[in-house]
């Protein structure tokens, strides 16, 4: 699996190397690309969005939310597809001859719905497939809308008229059917679908026909991936799956979902595993459409291929807050963090985030001293209004919380000088410690339920933070660690 923020996976195989590529919300880079040679180890190879002309319509730096992206591979040539669902933003294409390499500035689609896929026909024609999003009929309490489906030339980005190609406004299952995604198999077409809404209800599905139009016929079995069933398990929300055969012919699926400890989760989505065997010419996902943690395949996807290492502080899986500024950089296990506004604001430094990838982890870094009038430290954020952090400013050492419209704040001495500054992240509290000689000084705490998806109402999950607030150059934290 691929631990940590890594929702929405969309995957291929292209000779003996798989890419991926994940949702990033309102993290940049944008649309997480990944790299491996089994399915199982991934290597983070930054992503394909870094500048503002990928990812608005008027090229300048602005709000961003990444939803879903879809990648593909055709004639040597690498395609994404995404949904930039900030106002006024829309469906968006993205072009590479090398996915670890620069992407293309956007072509804009269109501006309806979300969850926008690509398929190439043996004959290749580009279909372009995506959810409508009807909220007034939701509000009267009806469905959200059909998937639909034109003729994409990717060249130009000529988008022919959309058409219904699910029999109504609804899912299989559900009145909610998003993430689809067109295959060829053999002489059938296979819409893949999740449904269900991505919390609890969360669910994948399938139908067929034999031409990409339609009409499908639902998988007699449906849903083909879901724990919505299964309440207290700690594997929750199971879905938006992605189908890609191994070099042997073998089939398995990559799906969204979160580990859950109790009611809540704190890692954000993550992408899972599973075999995929077919019956009656319908895939069956894992152990009859579940998962458990740790499953054991009878066959094994390697290709014998070799991982590429990542570079920089992208490849690490560093992740900023709106558009960065160029000085932002890793030297070493040092990270060089020009100052900016800090956390939650969209500005070029203040901020860099690591995401929480393990339910017990723990984040240190020398910490410097702040320019005067300005703070650095450290903090775990979930979103602008969900974060735990610990400052230097003003010869004091501040520990801040901010839950909703709540917020706290303590004060102790600080002694000077680098401070060495270690977070422990577990399931139930957040621990900021402070290295003294005798030992590491607890200087606050706070339940890690406050921070989790559930009390958020958001995807993304915790990251660890290091923040370089207010004017001046560059902080310097030193022998940053995460383990």
Same mark, same amino acid.
């Given at each position: 699996?691929?631990?940590?923020?890594?929702?929405?996976?969309?995957?291929?195989?292209?000779?003996?190397?798989?890419?991926?590529?994940?949702?990033?919300?309102?993290?940049?880079?944008?649309?997480?690309?990944?790299?491996? !040679?089994?399915?199982?180890?991934?290597?983070?190879?930054?992503?394909?969005?870094?500048?503002?002309?990928?990812?608005?319509?008027?090229?300048?730096?602005?709000?961003?939310?990444?939803?879903?992206?879809?990648?593909?591979?055709?004639?040597?040539?690498?395609?994404?597809?995404?949904?930039?669902?900030?106002?006024?933003?829309?469906?968006?294409?993205?072009?590479?001859?090398?996915?670890?390499?620069?992407?293309?500035?956007?072509?804009?689609?269109?501006?309806?719905?979300?969850?926008?896929?690509?398929?190439?026909?043996?004959?290749?024609?580009?279909?372009?497939?995506?959810?409508?999003?009807?909220?007034?009929?939701?509000?009267?309490?009806?469905?959200?809308?059909?998937?639909?489906?034109?003729?994409?030339?990717?060249?130009?980005?000529?988008?022919?008229?959309?058409?219904?190609?699910?029999?109504?406004?609804?899912?299989?299952?559900?009145?909610?059917?998003?993430?689809?995604?067109?295959?060829?198999?053999?002489?059938?077409?296979?819409?893949?679908?999740?449904?269900?809404?991505?919390?609890?209800?969360?669910?994948?599905?399938?139908?067929?026909?034999?031409?990409?139009?339609?009409?499908?016929?639902?998988?007699?079995?449906?849903? !083909?991936?879901?724990?919505?069933?299964?309440?207290?398990?700690?594997?929750?929300?199971?879905?938006?799956?992605?189908?890609?055969?191994?070099?042997?012919?073998?089939?398995?699926?990559?799906?969204?979902?979160?580990?859950?400890?109790?009611?809540?989760?704190?890692?954000?989505?993550?992408?899972?595993?599973?075999?995929?065997?077919?019956?009656?010419?319908?895939?069956?996902?894992?152990?009859?459409?579940?998962?458990?943690?740790?499953?054991?395949?009878?066959?094994?996807?390697?290709?014998?291929?070799?991982?590429?290492?990542?570079?920089?502080?992208?490849?690490?899986?560093?992740?900023?807050?709106?558009?960065?500024?160029?000085?932002?950089?890793?030297?070493?296990?040092?990270?060089?963090?020009?100052?900016?506004?800090?956390?939650?604001?969209?500005?070029?430094?203040?901020?860099?985030?690591?995401?929480?990838?393990?339910?017990?982890?723990?984040?240190?870094?020398?910490?410097?001293?702040?320019?005067?009038?300005?703070?650095?430290?450290?903090?775990?954020?979930?979103?602008?209004?969900?974060?735990?952090?610990?400052?230097?400013?003003?010869?004091?050492?501040?520990?801040?919380?901010?839950?909703?419209?709540?917020?706290?704040?303590?004060?102790?001495?600080?002694?000077?000088?680098?401070?060495?500054?270690?977070?422990?992240?577990?399931?139930?509290?957040?621990?900021?410690?402070?290295?003294?000689?005798?030992?590491?000084?607890?200087?606050?705490?706070?339940?890690?339920?406050?921070?989790?998806?559930?009390?958020?109402?958001?995807?993304?999950?915790?990251?660890?933070?290091?923040?370089?607030?207010?004017?001046?150059?560059?902080?310097?934290?030193?022998? !940053?660690?995460?383990?």
């Amino acid at each position: 699996m691929v631990r940590g923020l890594a929702p929405d996976p969309s995957v291929i195989r292209v000779g003996r190397d798989y890419w991926l590529a994940t949702s990033t919300f309102d993290h940049l880079p944008g649309i997480r690309l990944w790299h491996s !040679v089994n399915l199982r180890d991934w290597v983070p190879m930054g992503g394909a969005v870094t500048r503002p002309a990928q990812y608005r319509r008027d090229g300048k730096a602005g709000a961003l939310d990444l939803f879903a992206p879809t990648l593909r591979h055709h004639r040597g040539v690498f395609y994404l597809v995404c949904t930039n669902v900030a106002e006024g933003q829309g469906n968006f294409l993205l072009t590479a001859r090398d996915p670890a390499g620069d992407w293309s500035d956007a072509v804009w689609l269109d501006d309806g719905g979300f969850d926008p896929s690509l398929f190439f026909d043996a004959d290749g024609t580009c279909y372009y497939t995506r959810r409508t999003l009807d909220l007034a009929s939701l509000e009267r309490g009806g469905d959200l809308g059909p998937v639909v489906q034109g003729v994409l030339d990717p060249g130009t980005g000529r988008l022919g008229p959309l058409r219904a190609i699910t029999p109504g406004p609804r899912g299989w299952c559900s009145n909610d059917i998003e993430g689809p995604h067109l295959y060829r198999i053999g002489a059938w077409y296979y819409l893949f679908a999740a449904e269900g809404g991505t919390w609890a209800g969360h669910m994948q599905t399938v139908a067929r026909s034999r031409s990409p139009w339609g009409p499908f016929e639902p998988c007699p079995w449906n849903p !083909v991936l879901t724990h919505r069933h299964r309440v207290m398990h700690p594997l929750q929300t199971l879905g938006h799956a992605e189908l890609v055969e191994d070099a042997s012919g073998g089939w398995w699926a990559l799906a969204l979902g979160v580990r859950k400890r109790g009611q809540h989760h704190l890692l954000g989505r993550e992408t899972m595993l599973a075999p995929v065997e077919w019956r009656d010419g319908w895939p069956v996902i894992g152990a009859g459409g579940e998962l458990e943690t740790g499953m054991e395949a009878a066959r094994s996807p390697e290709t014998g291929g070799a991982v590429r290492s990542p570079a920089g502080l992208w490849g690490q899986g560093w992740r900023s807050l709106g558009q960065w500024d160029e000085a932002l950089e890793l030297d070493g296990a040092d990270v060089l963090l020009p100052c900016g506004a800090g956390l939650g604001v969209l500005h070029g430094g203040g901020a860099v985030l690591l995401p929480q990838s393990e339910p017990v982890q723990a984040f240190e870094a020398w910490v410097p001293v702040p320019e005067a009038g300005g703070a650095t430290g450290v903090a775990v954020f979930a979103n602008a209004a969900h974060w735990y952090a610990l400052r230097r400013t003003g010869g004091s050492l501040v520990f801040a919380r901010q839950v909703d419209d709540l917020a706290t704040a303590a004060e102790a001495r600080d002694p000077g000088g680098p401070l060495r500054i270690r977070i422990e992240a577990g399931p139930e509290r957040y621990r900021f410690l402070l290295a003294r000689p005798e030992g590491w000084e607890v200087l606050g705490e706070g339940a890690a339920r406050l921070l989790s998806a559930e009390s958020c109402e958001w995807f993304t999950g915790v990251s660890f933070a290091l923040l370089a607030e207010g004017e001046g150059g560059a902080a310097r934290f030193g022998e !940053v660690t995460v383990g």
